[in-house]
C-alpha cells in the first residue's frame, strides 16, 4: 500500500520562497506520476505541478516560472520549490501520485494522497 507524507509547509512572507518534501513509500515498481496539488479556503483542489514517470515536468500557469518540481533518482522523494510566493498561494500543498505515464492529473483521478501540509504567505 503507498503512502505520501509531505513536510516543510509553514507561514512564509511575501515574496518569499517555499521548499516542499513528500516521501513516498510502498510503491512497487517506479512507474508512477506525481503531483502537487493545493486548496485555498472555499476553493477547489486544484494541481500546481506534475512530474511523468520519465521525468517531464508539467506546471499550473499561476506557478509556471516561479516553480520547480523534482524527483530524486530513487523516487522516493519529491520535491517543489516556489519562489516569489504571493497569497494567492495559501492553502494545504498535497502530494499525489497516478500509476502510468502522465503530464497531469485531476484529482479525481490521484490514487494515492499524503496528508497536506499548510503554506500560508502573508504580507
Known amino acids: 500500500q503507498g503512502q505520501l507524507v509531505e513536510s516543510g509547509g509553514g507561514s512564509v512572507q511575501a515574496g518569499g520562497s517555499l521548499r516542499l518534501s513528500c516521501v513516498a513509500s510502498?510503491?512497487?515498481?517506479?512507474?508512477?506520476?506525481m503531483g502537487w496539488f493545493r486548496q485555498a479556503p472555499g476553493k477547489e483542489r486544484e494541481g500546481v505541478a506534475f512530474?511523468?514517470?520519465?521525468?517531464?515536468?508539467t506546471y499550473a500557469d499561476s506557478v509556471k516560472g516561479r516553480a520547480s518540481i523534482s524527483q530524486n533518482d530513487a523516487k522516493n522523494t519529491l520535491l517543489l520549490t516556489m519562489d516569489n510566493l504571493n497569497l494567492e498561494d495559501t492553502g494545504i500543498y498535497y502530494c499525489a501520485s497516478k500509476y502510468g505515464g502522465w503530464l497531469r492529473f485531476t484529482p479525481a483521478s490521484a490514487e494515492y494522497w499524503g496528508q497536506g501540509t499548510q503554506v500560508t504567505v502573508s504580507s
Open positions: 510502498g510503491f512497487p515498481g517506479s512507474r508512477y506520476s
Open positions: 512530474i511523468s514517470d520519465s521525468g517531464r515536468t
